[in-house]
């Protein structure tokens, strides 16, 4: 199914110029956005901060506000799933409790997500001081960047985390090697950040489905697009597998996917389950090593649940919260558009990037984008 | 009149009867409990587990501070332990229970502090396991770093605890009896609307001819003045006055409860989940009805089977010939007294943390009342008379 016509603009390129995955030719299903990023779920914003310094910084912080940096005061509808544990996102023992969180959401490296903690803390303290009066428990999240990455050395600091989400945004999202996402590896080819949307129509509204990855994980012989199973036609150049005493596929994937159809928190939940399915298309099979931890939420309802802390004040007694939700019935092509766009962010997340070297001479080939190309030209026979 | 039942104070063994700094500890009082507590009646009769505290207490304002637990002690921060996780009520933090629910392990001490410190604190684990167990080399740390808000009587919003704190807590941690009140994590800490904080008892559990302990440590900040119920006696409504906590806009009951359960007995991870599960049965004999607000998070592990699971990263220095796992298991069926042990050592750590403190005024002019000790001694004198 090669595309008809030409690419918009935001669907072929990045903000920054980098191709994006449907500029090879790689097909994928459904409708995208007009960015087709999260951020075509309105009020969305997302902030980066790059550290690419010297021999072996190699890493940063992604902001995420749901309903933009002046909303941090109003919970979403949210729901966890843990693919595989072997990572840490905080807040989620509050999630899974209330079925909704509020504030930013901050993704860095494995060492740093501490730090980032302590950086939405700081950032609601400084913006939103009232929700300071009462405890925060807000979501940080991580991957490992340690082949490419001095990890150890406290080089995200808290003002680094706050400068991402000071400088966080609406419009199209930058992706590859940006922000949290910028010494990551994916299926041993230079990896990060990777965004998808699709649109979903339901009772004449037309809702949005986008998915964000800090993409860290897979195998190289694993790596499948579009069914085209290119870890194995692209088997050269994996210094990873050469030279890294860790297990291949070790790493994590960060999913956060946002919707602004009306949803309660199990359905966002489900739709977080809906992850794995994206994540599976290309082709992983879940290492033990990789941290897979999944957030969805609703910006729907903008109102509908009572913040804890207004329960504290004089009059908050009586009131009755409300939710409007999709009828299960009616869940399934929400369930596809998550499928599609992870399936979609993780080619963008490969797509956009160059080769890095970091520390100690450790070094990731980008996917060969020329060669990705002319196999979609000319696709091989699907086994 | 009849003998008194229960041991009176002059028969208690010294740490049962105070800590460390000479504040009385709920026997003292003559309150009765069940079962056999270990030597220290604390946490550290688990052999092998290592507590440490840094106090911030400063001006008018700064009432926090960390407390450090080390299951192995920090030599043996590497070798995983069994361990499982629950949530009672889910508004607080604990890190690191993604990978417990995962792989029903964890390694790396832990630390326990205010709800705005808990990122600088696994900050803070990360950058001792660097400094200490270099030959992790490029394993990533997922510790465990749990919380309890004193906002009410601490400036919550600043950064006193900064990660050298939290460094000092795990380096200065030892075995030994356990102070316990208004120190390390606990000390801006309110409990029941009177001052809580850090409260930790253990019991002895015979099996097979073995006795084994099983420890309780909570960072205790939970519960509304009128549910408070003490070996059965309604303090809380005995003792009603005395509450500026309850005129403060932030619900009775907010706040939260972090218990650390530990055991020698070895066990499966699911035997320490359920070790977990029992937490709430012993604060709920302390009359607690659990509140939407109150972070209520439980950690159990189990210091036995040494060795038992390969180090995470398989190219490490494992034996070559190591190609299996082992883990040695008290039956389920001779579980009980094990979570009977849990239930009992939650409920006199509850009591602890409150016994052992004074009055506490902090930022704004908040101020909490101390259990009135020699109240509550009398009614448990009166109690005893037929």
Redesign the interface.
């Known amino acids: 199914m090669a595309p008809a016509g030409p690419l918009p603009g935001p669907h072929a390129a990045t903000p920054a110029g980098q191709p994006r995955a449907r500029a090879l030719g790689i097909p994928f299903g459904g409708t995208p956005g007009r960015w087709n990023a999260i951020t075509d779920v309105p009020g969305v914003e997302v902030g980066y901060t790059t550290l690419i310094q010297g021999d072996s910084v190699r890493t940063g912080v992604t902001a995420i506000h749901p309903r933009g940096s002046a909303g941090a005061a109003d919970p979403v509808a949210a729901g966890f799933f ?1 693919q ?15 079925g909704g969180f509020s504030g930013p959401v901050a993704i860095t490296n ?10 939405i ?2 950032w609601t ?1 400084r913006h939103h ?1 009232h929700l ?6 807000p979501v ?1 999240a991580e991957t ?1 960047d ?1 082949y490419l990455n001095d ?2 050395g ?1 080089h995200v600091t808290e003002q680094t985390a706050i400068d991402a989400l000071e400088s966080a945004a609406p419009g199209p999202v930058e992706e590859g090697s940006v922000g949290g996402g910028t010494g990551m590896n994916c299926y041993q080819f230079k990896g990060g950040n990777g965004t998808a949307s699709r649109l979903v129509n339901y009772a004449g509204t037309t809702y949005t489905v986008g998915a964000f990855l800090q993409a860290n994980f897979g195998s190289r012989e694993e790596l499948t697009l579009a069914g085209q199973p290119l870890g194995q036609l692209l088997t050269d150049d994996n210094p990873m597998a050469e030279h890294f ?3 291949a596929g070790a790493g994590s994937v960060i999913a956060i996917v946002a919707t602004d159809a009306p949803l309660l928190p199990h359905q966002c939940t489900a739709m977080a389950r809906r992850v794995t399915l994206g994540l599976a298309r290309t082709g992983t099979t879940g290492s033990h090593f990789s ?1 897979d ?1 999944f957030l969805a939420f609703s910006t729907a309802n903008p109102g509908g649940i009572t913040p ?1 802390v207004t ?3 004089p009059g908050a007694e009586g009131r009755y919260d409300q939710l409007t939700f999709m009828p299960w019935g009616f869940m399934d092509p929400f369930y596809a558009a998550v499928v599609q766009a992870v399936e979609e962010a993780v080619a963008n997340a490969l797509v956009a990037n160059e080769d890095m070297t970091g520390r100690a001479g450790h070094r990731t080939p980008a996917l060969p984008r020329d060669r990705v190309a002319a196999l979609f030209r000319s696709p091989g026979p699907r086994a």
């Open positions: 843990s595989n544990g072997n990572g840490e996102m905080t807040g989620v023992s509050w999630v899974s409790e209330s494995t060492h740093a997500v501490g730090v980032a903690h302590a950086a803390v700081a303290v001081p300071a009066d009462a405890w925060l428990l940080a490992w340690g990890i150890n406290h005493a860790m297990p941290g931890l804890g329960t504290f004040r």
